[in-house]
């Protein structure tokens, strides 16, 4: 189903770098919004991007795409065309937060300088001006839906208009709290996982199969069983300590070991085409010792017996001993990776995590699990306890049950109304162009009127 511009822009407005590698090839102008031009290349980045967010694409896909590029350069137009201004601090500001997450993500400075082949004065200079124009762009969306708001009147108007036989059904949802204990690993353990990757290299070196010891021995189960190949793919959709090694290697070439969040890699380089490479590697893990496992496990036993009785609540027990940082500041409280909020829906679940989903489907409200063992996507295992906080019934969305959640899609439905009316009164003033090979896409708006006034 076609997303809203309104969602869909806004991701697009907050990505940073993804369609700045260097290298990206330029192919032509597919279209001019006033002052600013789309490239046939954006529109191809924004593809991959999507493709690797796990959409899955249509017939339609690069025309929706196309459209919110549109509606990006419209609002950048508009931006200059009104005086929307943001000052120099804004930009430093945004510029330095995303630098700084990303040496976060690859642990420093150098390996940032590394990975852009630049310095880091030389990488603020080239993101400097999409910055501007990003924070421009959503400065402008803003002063278009930025005050909007539903009264309870409206909320229930728009609730009234759903037809009886198409309200939503309403999954069992649940409310989760974690506290995790994960064993550190040891310098033996790395040292360990690093030597058994030194030695399959050099087996591959003295003349054995990179794919047969790949299957035979490599721990990245998406991999292992395709002899290690990885597919083609472009920058940004590998962990940048995977992309600085293979984007650097030549054909038919073998790396040194490396060391990543999921262990320790080495990859051969099978093949180039512009900027996208296809690799195969071999993943070894540093694994934790079933001894230290078994210690988390009984240890989290005993926190379960204190919270059992009365002398912790949960919450302070999450803060005072959970290795999880992300809910640990929340009293444990878990977050749905796929929604951002902390209500998960009961059938998404077991999409998600299946061990976690029959771990608790059997709980009720308010209960403790007994330490569960898991392994995160990154091969780290750990114990855990669950506590299902709150638990909904099945139902036919309804305004008492149901009301914040039927409130949103009100006020997203009247925000998009804003924008629908917002490009349609803009467009209608503003110098566009579209290629030819895009006039035929289904767009929601007219937006070359030329080409348009010919079909």
């Not at 040194?256 to 296809?278: K, L």
């Not at 977050?335 to 709980?363: C, H, K, Y």
Request: one cysteine or more.
């Amino acid at each position: 189903m076609r997303k809203s511009l309104f969602t869909l822009v806004l991701t697009a407005l907050t990505t940073f770098g993804y369609a700045q590698e260097k290298g990206q090839p330029v192919d032509k102008v597919i279209a001019v919004v006033g002052g600013s031009i789309t490239l046939q290349s954006e529109l191809e980045t924004q593809y991959l991007q999507m493709l690797s967010s796990g959409y899955e694409p249509n017939d339609d896909s690069r025309c929706i795409l196309f459209e919110e590029l549109l509606y990006g350069n419209l609002l950048l137009h508009r931006a200059k065309v009104d005086s929307v201004e943001v000052s120099d601090g804004e930009v430093e500001s945004e510029l330095t937060r995303r630098l700084e997450y990303f040496i976060g993500q690859l642990g420093s400075k150098e390996k940032l300088e590394e990975y852009y082949e630049k310095s880091l004065l030389e990488i603020k200079d080239e993101f400097r001006e999409l910055i501007k124009e990003q924070l421009l762009s959503q400065r402008m969306q803003e002063s278009i839906t930025g005050d909007t708001k539903v009264t309870p009147a409206e909320t229930r108007i728009y609730f009234n208009k759903i037809p009886k036989d198409s309200l939503p059904f309403i999954n069992t949802e649940i409310e989760l709290g974690r506290i995790m204990k994960r064993p550190e690993v040891t310098k033996a353990q790395k040292a360990s996982a690093r030597a058994k990757s030194d030695e399959l290299r050099q087996r591959i070196r003295d003349g054995e199969s990179f794919r047969a010891l790949a299957i035979l021995y490599s721990e990245d189960p998406g991999s292992s069983k395709n002899g290690g190949d990885l597919g083609f793919f472009e920058r940004g959709q590998m962990v940048p300590e995977f992309d600085a090694i293979a984007f650097r290697l030549k054909e038919d070439s073998v790396s040194e070991v490396f060391e990543t969040s999921y262990g320790f890699h080495f990859m051969e380089m099978m093949e180039r085409r512009g900027e996208q490479i296809n690799v195969r590697h071999i993943l070894v893990r540093a694994k934790t010792s079933e001894e230290d496992l078994e210690k988390a496990s009984i240890f989290l036993d005993s926190i379960h017996g204190l919270i059992e009785e009365g002398k912790m609540t949960f919450a302070m027990a999450a803060e005072k001993f959970s290795d999880d940082e992300e809910s640990k500041a929340n009293g444990g409280t878990m977050f749905n990776p796929m929604t951002g909020a902390t209500e998960f829906d009961m059938e998404q679940l077991g999409s998600i995590d299946q061990r976690l989903f029959l771990t608790i489907e059997n709980m009720e409200a308010g209960e403790i699990s007994k330490a569960v063992k898991a392994q995160s996507p990154d091969g780290k295992e750990s114990y855990n306890l669950f506590f299902l906080k709150s638990q909904t019934e099945p139902h036919v969305a309804n305004m008492q049950d149901d009301y914040q959640r039927i409130q949103q899609a009100a006020l997203a439905q009247k925000k998009n109304q804003q924008i629908e009316n917002w490009i349609n009164e803009k467009a209608a003033k503003t110098y566009i162009r579209i290629d030819e090979d895009y006039t035929d896409c289904p767009f929601s708006h007219s937006w070359d009127k030329k080409n348009q006034a010919q079909k």
